[in-house]
């Protein structure tokens, strides 16, 4: 049958101009959806969509794809069983052999059933349905939309509570016996629905990802371009008693340390500080970081009174002032 081209509309249409220039009563030309599709697409159509990945592929499109590339046979597919095999024979001009033992069994199909009461809802069985027959929430329990399951049981394994069990359902019907041709359209189009999904959210974290780096590059470039003047200016009143404080303990310091030399100039100092072993000069240390604690707690100390005692001698000239309150009147005044 010959190509026409992708278009099916393009297609029609080139069948009805064909017909004009055909004699009268002549017999027009049959025009099948299959002519634009690529033995890929036909081998696909005849697939039953279950995704099982038993046939060594991810996926059916890409068993199809390697069946027309010629790098697999068409007799891997335990879904399709028999009948598959005699639907691919048939469209690839090649005799029935038998399905592939390495690859399954056919058998009736199954659909997942979760014991809700193990369920912990760990979400790994929805990351391996390739239709999104499972909903639910993590931590939340899982539940098998059994209308959508193709029984593919990929979601069996990563279970790590061994939950999920494969419940056959079409009796003794086994292949296509027990999956019809709207059956594996459903799954086609979820499973397509799902890859358009995840390729959505592989895009869309991959542009965060990028946004992040490109903020992180920008951010050391800006840097620069702040200004002191562009700071805030601190509360002159904060700064000066901050600067107080320090100074306090800067001489608090200043005084611990003159006594201690003061002491050791005395013979009253630590003795025997010479050649000590690793132990007792880790004591020493100890000691001097417990000592040198102290005198910064105190010279605290000394300058949160400082401070205080300094804000009740301005309360008081505030009150001798101007404003303040005046001298009693003189009695003997007339």
């Keep these: 049958m010959r190509e026409i081209g992708d278009n099916q509309a393009l297609a029609n249409l080139s069948g009805r101009a064909r017909r004009g220039r055909e004699p009268f009563g002549a017999a027009a030309p049959v025009v099948t959806v299959t002519d634009s599709k690529t033995l890929a697409d036909r081998i696909e159509d005849l697939l039953p969509q279950t995704q099982c990945t038993k046939c060594g592929y991810n996926g059916c499109r890409p068993y199809a794809e390697a069946i027309a590339a010629g790098d697999a046979n068409y007799n891997q597919c335990p879904p399709g069983g028999a009948e598959?095999?005699?639907?691919?024979?048939?469209?690839?001009?090649?005799?029935?052999?038998?399905?592939?033992?390495?690859?399954?069994?056919?058998?009736?199909?199954?659909?997942?059933?979760?014991?809700?009461?193990?369920?912990?809802?760990?979400?790994?069985?929805?990351?391996?349905?390739?239709?999104?027959?499972?909903?639910?929430?993590?931590?939340?329990?899982?539940?098998?939309?059994?209308?959508?399951?193709?029984?593919?049981?990929?979601?069996?394994?990563?279970?790590?509570?061994?939950?999920?069990?494969?419940?056959?359902?079409?009796?003794?019907?086994?292949?296509?016996?027990?999956?019809?041709?709207?059956?594996?359209?459903?799954?086609?189009?979820?499973?397509?629905?799902?890859?358009?999904?995840?390729?959505?959210?592989?895009?869309?974290?991959?542009?965060?990802?990028?946004?992040?780096?490109?903020?992180?590059?920008?951010?050391?470039?800006?840097?620069?371009?702040?200004?002191?003047?562009a700071m805030p200016a601190a509360a002159p009143a904060a700064d000066d008693a901050e600067a107080k404080k320090r100074a306090i303990i800067a001489a608090a310091l200043e005084r611990a340390?003159?006594?201690?030399?003061?002491?050791?100039?005395?013979?009253?100092?630590?003795k025997n500080t010479e050649g000590v072993s690793a132990a007792v000069q880790a004591q020493i240390d100890a000691a001097e970081a417990r000592r040198q604690r102290l005198a910064e707690q105190q010279a605290q100390r000394d300058a949160k009174a400082a401070a205080a005692s300094g804000n009740d001698e301005e309360n008081d000239a505030g009150n001798d002032g101007p404003g303040g309150p005046s001298a009693p009147p003189d009695q003997n005044a007339p």
Excluded: Y
């Design 257 to 270: 340390r003159k006594k201690k030399e003061e002491l050791s100039g005395q013979g009253a100092g630590p």
């Design 84 to 229: 598959g095999i005699a639907r691919l024979s048939n469209l690839l001009g090649k005799p029935v052999i038998p399905l592939n033992p390495v690859n399954g069994s056919e058998h009736p199909r199954a659909v997942a059933f979760i014991d809700e009461s193990l369920c912990i809802g760990c979400t790994l069985c929805m990351q391996a349905c390739p239709v999104d027959a499972i909903i639910g929430a993590p931590k939340q329990m899982h539940t098998i939309i059994e209308s959508l399951c193709t029984g593919c049981d990929l979601c069996v394994p990563p279970c790590p509570v061994d939950c999920i069990a494969m419940l056959p359902v079409t009796g003794d019907r086994t292949g296509w016996d027990a999956w019809s041709q709207e059956q594996a359209d459903a799954a086609r189009a979820h499973h397509d629905l799902r890859l358009a999904r995840q390729r959505r959210e592989r895009e869309a974290a991959e542009a965060r990802a990028a946004a992040r780096r490109a903020a992180s590059a920008a951010k050391p470039a800006a840097a620069p371009a702040e200004t002191p003047s």
